[in-house]
């Protein structure tokens, strides 16, 4: 298998748009392979990733619709749909065809439009990435899901909800040094917990905004990637699944699909959680996040609230978990949220994410989950 | 037998009767709520229907105070993962339970609902 390099990203301002999601995707696109410094010519590939466009814009066959308005009509599109590890998925998938030498230069990324519909219908569209037999008729949402999961968390290990704000006031606070985020105001602890309750131990300021936005990146082989400045390797990527059903977790304060990812990615890569330097990982909500730095191994079961609470994940911490304010400040367009997340950890290790780089990184990792836990995406990088 | 539960259609229907049906592994014994082609364990495909008794204790919960369109008028409401006596988990509507007495290891038993014509899986004092 051939080495695969990223060697341009582009990511819209996240937060309310009046553009569509072909639209938002094509502008982010145009930027990343401005960013590489390639051709638009050199495209071999289009890889793109939606969840609701059918339900929020009455539009499907939209990969084929951004390449046009990209301007790159004849280019072959495939469109990828896995809940919120969409355009995480279609990058995978994008490596694969790279690394196995089918092609050498491939677009790929994802964008996302809800703000356009009201926050109700929002949040019947995000369940239909839920079973639809048995969740969706109990009146299950995105929120409830992982309100059962911190409950088990707090259950199991005693993690609280003022460990979960930590997390909130983190990411927050991390939003205020990045641009493109959709949050740039620093919340207090006090706010959060104050905050009304969406799902019970879950408040609003434990959940993550609906956001519009696009994101992309340039995958290219080595052999392209060598004739560029600056190109950030894949060094693993890899994929796990587990059960739709949350009734069948056997353990609720886990998500195992997140440990078989990262097993696979650092296998993979040869790396262990020690090596790496800079994290974007999928904080949907404030649980999430602990759940995750434990199950990528960077904390022991049990401690990620505690991680959030002495501020290990903070800029300047241990381990900087989310420096572009993740899904919590940074926004979550679900269908470019995975690209979104590569394109920070490119960001970081070239050494150009200003205020919120974290010094002298060298290895990022990259988490994505899709739905109740049943898709998650576990990619890293590294620097020449 | 095997045939006619096999399907989620089968499921809710038997649910509606109240009678809460799984199947179960004719090899390893394992059972299964939804209904699926191989055992998860071995992936046989030897499934019997087997009859629940309906009694649980909750594993995990949730109060909804947000919900999806068209689900508004039904906020607040409480929802569980309760693990059945029989050893297999199902994700339920709780009614006529106060919020606040609601933990994991409380006893439930199942009982079946029907909102808005729509069949779910309910929960109540056990």
Redesign the interface.
Same mark, same amino acid.
């Given at each position: 298998m051939r080495r695969v390099a990223v060697i341009g990203v582009g990511v819209t301002k996240f937060g309310k748009h009046d553009r569509t999601s072909a639209e938002l995707f094509a502008q982010a696109g145009a930027d990343a392979i401005l960013d590489a410094g390639i051709a638009p010519s050199a495209i071999q590939a289009l890889y793109f990733g939606n969840v609701t466009g059918g339900e929020t814009e009455r539009q499907l066959h939209m990969a084929p619709l951004a390449a046009t308005l990209l301007g790159l009509p004849n280019v072959p599109t495939t469109r990828f749909e896995n809940a919120c590890a969409t355009s995480h998925v279609a990058f995978r998938h994008a490596v694969m065809e790279i690394a196995s030498g089918v092609s050498d230069v491939i677009l790929v990324g994802g964008a996302e439009r809800v703000l356009n519909v009201p926050t109700e219908s929002a949040t019947e569209f995000f369940a239909y990435c839920s079973d639809a037999s048995l969740e969706q008729p109990a009146g299950l949402t995105f929120p409830g899901v992982f309100a059962l999961i911190a409950r088990a968390h707090m259950d199991k290990y005693g993690t609280t909800e003022e460990q979960m704000a930590h997390v909130a006031v983190k990411n927050h606070r991390h939003g205020t040094l990045n641009p493109k985020a959709q949050f740039q105001k620093e919340i207090s602890l006090e706010t959060v917990l104050k905050s009304a309750y969406v799902a019970d131990p879950l408040k609003l300021y434990d959940c993550c905004p609906f956001t519009d936005g696009g994101a992309a990146v340039v995958l290219a082989s080595e052999e392209v990637a060598r004739r560029h400045r600056r190109p950030i390797w894949v060094l693993g990527t890899h994929a796990a699944s587990d059960t739709m059903f949350v009734q069948e977790k056997r353990d609720l304060s886990r998500v195992t699909a997140t440990e078989r990812a990262a097993q696979g990615a650092y296998r993979q890569a040869g790396k262990t959680p020690a090596d790496v330097d800079v994290v974007e990982l999928h904080d949907c909500f404030t649980i999430a996040e602990i759940v995750a730095t434990e199950g990528l191994g960077f904390f022991e079961p049990g401690t990620g609230g505690l991680a959030a609470e002495k501020g290990w994940t903070s800029l300047g911490g241990k381990l900087p978990v989310n420096p572009s304010g993740g899904l919590k400040a940074k926004g979550h367009p679900i269908g470019a949220t995975g690209a979104a997340q590569i394109a920070e950890i490119v960001t970081q290790l070239r050494g150009e994410a200003g205020k919120r780089q974290v010094d002298g990184a060298t290895t990022g990792l990259t988490h994505t989950l899709g739905g109740n836990t049943a898709t998650v995406l576990v990619s890293l990088f590294g620097r020449d | 037998m095997t045939e006619r539960v096999i399907h989620?259609k089968d499921f !809710?229907e038997e649910a509606r009767a109240g009678h809460l049906t799984a199947i179960r592994c004719g090899r390893c014994g394992a059972l299964a709520? %939804?209904p699926k082609e191989f055992c998860e364990q071995g992936h046989q495909r030897e499934w019997q229907p087997v009859a629940l008794e309906g009694a649980g204790t909750v594993? =995990? !919960? #949730? +109060?909804? &105070?947000? $919900? %999806? &369109?068209?689900? =508004?008028g039904?906020v607040p409401?409480a +929802?569980a993962? +309760?693990r059945l006596a029989e050893g297999v =988990?199902?994700?339920?509507?709780v009614v006529d339970i106060p !919020?606040g007495t609601l933990k $994991?290891g409380l006893p439930v038993r199942f009982r079946p609902l029907e909102i808005d014509g729509? #069949?779910?899986?309910g929960f109540g004092p056990a």
């Open positions: - | 989620l !809710f709520i %939804p594993v =995990s !919960f #949730t +109060v909804i &105070r947000i $919900a %999806p &369109r068209g689900r =508004s039904e409401y +929802v993962v +309760v =988990s199902l994700l339920g509507r !919020f $994991a729509r #069949t779910m899986i």
